[in-house]
């Protein structure tokens, strides 16, 4: 089992920034594929980042891609998600989660945060 926590959430301001992180915890945490994912109200859970369990290769969807940027410290068990130039259309409900494989679709991901909100306002 691996738990998920994420923190950094808030309401910014558009072209502001912000930093997510997800703490990962239990067994072998640091050894899973770890994503991003975020749902705005009345829209379904939509891919936005996504890196392999090393770090060394990340994924992003046209939305977010040269704006959003994932990392992670596997000695601190952490994932991280940095937010520039924040649009209102980056509202949503951001969740992380682990799986066997950095994929860009729900199914792939195995364990999930219980989410952080983001608000954009214009």
């Known amino acids: 089992q691996v738990q998920l926590v994420e923190s950094g959430g808030g309401k910014v301001q558009a072209g502001g920034s912000l930093r997510l992180s997800c703490a990962a915890s239990?067994?072998?945490?640091?050894?899973?594929?770890m994503g991003w994912f975020r749902q705005a109200p009345g829209k379904e859970r939509e891919f936005v980042a996504a890196?392999?369990?090393?770090?060394?290769?990340?994924y992003y969807p046209d939305s977010v891609k040269g704006r959003f940027t994932i990392s992670r410290d596997n000695a601190k068990n952490t994932v991280y998600l940095q937010m520039n130039s924040l649009k209102p259309e980056d509202t949503a409900l951001y969740y992380c989660a682990a799986g066997a494989r950095p994929v860009n679709y729900r199914l792939g991901y195995n364990y999930w945060g219980q989410g952080t909100q983001v608000t954009v306002s214009s």
């Open positions: 890196v392999s369990w090393s770090g060394s290769n990340t």
């Open positions: 239990g067994r072998t945490s640091s050894s899973y594929a």
